[in-house]
């Protein structure tokens, strides 16, 4: 009866005809052959917009990093590992996208030089440099033609006032801000809570199911499109 | 029929009353609530390790770094996510073991500081101090009344000359050396291949299923304890 009322909340159809892409999952940072920079993402986030995607009636595509998770009926996956690699499937992909959402946990620095051996032990201590990762986000939303473009910001820290000046300086059109620090939601959790955060609102998704949060923001990104402008 | 054969090979009971235990999987090195720093173990070859050891009657504990696996049949399990969590249940259980064998990959170094809050982009690159995490094989061969230890040497290059050098500086009894450059045995294969470095031997392993060379590795120790020696 829960999942039957969260489905009459949410007009079903309400993406037909659009296209939309979604990254998820975290990227990987190679620092030699055998170790990387990562983070706690799990995909799961990611892979429930795109369920939500579908069942609205999009076309839908994941770039999905390294994640164990099923892909779901109807969506096309791309699987990609690093940063840049997410980035150039995203730029391609974003060409022909309605909608662009950045679930990805994307590293933001990677090792400047990956070394193709493994590394030795040579000291105490050891320092590592790092280089910045392309921003995917702020790329795709600054394109011309850009699809509706949709971030993340997922905080321990200030989480919604982080966001909105991530939403200004990128130029995105919404931003799912949360807060990282709570243990029972985000990243490994089935649950999750946010704050959406656009131009002139927001509005609090309480804590639930991440099924139900992104029907939340399916359902928003739909009522904030431009009506009838299919590419 | 070819399982059969690997098992009469095995004289089953050749650790009946020896405690073993076995450290497997990655570890993860925080840099703040949100990135690590970790490596490609999958822990499929401690696991295999932990299941040989009770087939042949051993009283067995996994220490294990996080995977994805699941707890094999009479098989006691320590959780740890660090090294230096890792180090801590080894140095404790292995006051108590016959045999300790290091499976594990443990990062050998770890941010200097974790973060505790998330780390904020702050320019086109960075540099990030890292320090040394505790030798743990080495930290129990060298105990007063150290267990039989076995090491593990995962290299890129000139892997069992790196191996010979690393049994002989950390004071292990036995090293499994293995080509992780391979990547059809290794990491996240469910197959390996090894050579094993003992002071006045070694042995090749050759490519085979997991469990089929973790017969052999408990096989070899076996064969290389002191008799009627239990602690």
Redesign the interface.
């Known amino acids: 009866a829960i999942a039957d009322r969260a489905e009459s909340l949410f007009p079903r159809e309400c993406l037909a005809g659009k296209r939309v892409v979604i990254t998820a999952g975290p990227t990987r940072e190679a ?1 030699d ?8 993402s799990s995909g799961k986030m990611g892979f429930a917009l795109a369920r939500a995607a579908v069942e609205a009636g999009a076309s839908t595509t994941i770039i999905a990093g390294p994640v ?1 998770l099923e892909t779901p009926e109807h969506v096309q996956r791309v699987d990609v590992t690093s940063a840049r690699d997410m980035a150039t499937a995203s730029n391609e992909l974003a060409a022909e996208a309605d909608i662009f959402i950045a679930c990805a ?1 994307v ?3 990677r090792p ?1 030089e990956a070394q193709t ?2 590394i030795k ?1 040579t ?10 990762n392309p921003d995917i986000v702020a790329s795709v939303a600054q394109r011309e033609n850009a699809p509706f473009t949709v971030g993340f910001a ?4 200030n989480v919604v006032a982080y966001a909105r000046g991530k939403l200004e300086r990128k130029g995105l059109a919404l931003i799912v801000a949360n807060d ?2 709570n243990s029972q939601i985000g990243f490994n959790s089935n649950e999750n809570a946010a704050t959406l955060v656009w131009a002139d609102g927001q509005r609090e998704l309480a804590q639930a199911n991440k099924n139900t949060i992104a029907r939340q923001i399916i359902d928003q990104i739909a009522g904030m499109l431009p009506t009838n402008s299919p590419k």
């Open positions: 620092l052959p055998v170790r990387y920079i990562t983070n706690h164990a946990a590293a933001d620095y400047a051996s493994k032990k000291g105490e201590s050891i320092t590592l440099a790092l280089t910045r997922a905080e321990t820290d990282v620090s």
